[in-house]
């Protein structure tokens, strides 16, 4: 039987959809950012968006979101990472749309009726308080406790650390350790805290190596610093039911992975757009860059990068659209992805020259950005060893590693 790599017509339709309204309406609107609040430039632009049905997408219709599948969503988030606008205008942005699916699939109707319909208006943010200084990559070593006071109330004592876009949330979601005594991953329970709250108090906001242009917080989520103390959240809050926090936490991270693997695609191939279309422009010593062989190596390079990132994707939206398992590529594709974007920006700012260098393109504030993909949602090395380990399993159990590295694809 064929293998059928053709994406359905209507699939294809959405995308063109969003990439038409990305460099008609996202791209323009960048430029406004620098003289004006942001929300004097979103509000317009989401109005626009919704009015084209360009709202939510991996959302119900019910729930009044475009209904998109795994594949559909993700040929529209390979077009929205193009501009820094672009997941905003469609209240598809991260860290909220990892956390509107969690309360979706795990929130009783009242959480629904209360935190999740403001966040799919587009009227409230959300951030996810996990990681801590103490833990960080392993999130079962978070020491922040949640002690049940009576039946109405549990009371948060902690730290947490890299609470991304905590600063501009309205809500967040908060993992704490319910119970130490039960198995390690059914310690963990999450909560729903409403913000501002003195319980929740965010010290700083971590600065980093990112260029931070207009807006930096408000469009790329800052990095919190929280101090918890005696932070009383009513039981109803409690979102999954005790012991389940820990596992909710990596479904939501999953798709966070892949969201941002997604926008990279796109991010790469602007870059990419970019570099060509300069060094078709340049000339040195006499001679146009796009003729030097050297020059053409590197679009090469570029162009093979994009070719097995976009497969890499859409394999696991075909995978998830069938609802099989796809932790080993989720692994896989949240280190390559990162390492990927990373090359191709870096080879677009050596085709640029001095002016990749400098911040009159916007090569070098995506370069500082992007690294830190190798370290969220997991570094580079907690992947590779989970990687790591299914090859070894796989082995074990059938004297081949096929299964555990893409021999075994559908």
């Not at 632009?45 to 919704?50: P, V």
């Not at 922040?144 to 905590?166: M, P, Q």
């Not at 060509?276 to 390079?301: C, E, I, N, P, Y």
């Amino acid at each position: 039987m064929a293998i059928d790599f053709e994406i359905p017509p209507e699939a294809k339709a959405i995308r063109e959809k969003v990439r038409q309204w990305v460099h008609d309406e996202c791209i323009p609107a960048e430029k406004e950012l620098d003289g004006k609040p942001l929300k004097a430039v979103l509000d317009p632009l989401r109005k626009k968006a919704r009015a084209q049905g360009l709202w939510c997408p991996f959302i119900p219709k019910e729930y009044g979101g475009m209904g998109l599948g795994p594949l559909a969503n993700a040929l529209v988030q390979m077009e929205l990472g193009e501009s820094s606008l672009g997941a905003l205008s469609m209240n598809t942005q991260g860290p909220d749309d990892a956390s509107m699916l969690t309360i979706l699939a795990h929130g009783t109707d009242y959480q629904k009726e209360k935190f999740l319909k403001p966040l799919l208006n587009g009227d409230k943010r959300i951030c996810f308080s996990m990681t801590e200084k103490a833990a960080g990559a392993d999130a079962t070593g978070m020491q922040t406790r949640a002690v049940k006071d009576g039946n109405e109330n549990y009371v948060l004592n902690g730290e947490k650390w890299f609470s991304s876009s905590a600063s501009v949330a309205d809500i967040a979601l908060v993992m704490a350790k319910t119970d130490p005594d039960a198995p390690r991953h059914k310690q963990f329970s999450t909560f729903i805290v409403e913000l501002p709250n003195p319980g929740y108090n965010i010290k700083r906001n971590v600065k980093n190596m990112a260029i931070e242009g207009p807006h930096y917080d408000e469009i790329h989520g800052g990095h919190s610093e929280i101090e918890i103390r005696d932070l009383k959240v009513p039981a109803d809050n409690l979102l999954g039911g005790e012991g389940n926090g820990f596992n909710m936490g990596q479904h939501r991270l999953a798709y966070g992975r892949l969201r941002h693997g997604m926008h990279n695609i796109a991010k790469a191939q602007r870059a990419l757009d970019m570099a060509t279309a300069h060094v078709t422009q340049r000339s040195t010593f006499g001679v146009k860059l796009s003729d030097r062989q050297a020059v053409q190596f590197m679009l090469a390079d570029c162009a093979s990068e994009l070719y097995m990132a976009r497969l890499m994707l859409l394999h696991i939206a075909y995978k998830a659209e069938k609802g099989m398992d796809l932790t080993q590529e989720n692994s896989i594709a949240k280190v390559f992805l990162a390492h990927m974007v990373h090359k191709v920006v870096d080879t677009a700012i050596q085709l640029h020259g001095a002016l990749g260098y400098s911040q009159d393109t916007v090569l070098a504030k995506w370069y500082t950005q992007i690294r830190s993909q190798r370290l969220v949602d997991g570094p580079d090395e907690v992947h590779k060893w989970r990687v790591g380990r299914n090859v070894i399993k796989a082995y074990k159990q059938h004297g081949t590693t096929a299964s555990a590295a893409g021999g075994d694809l559908i």
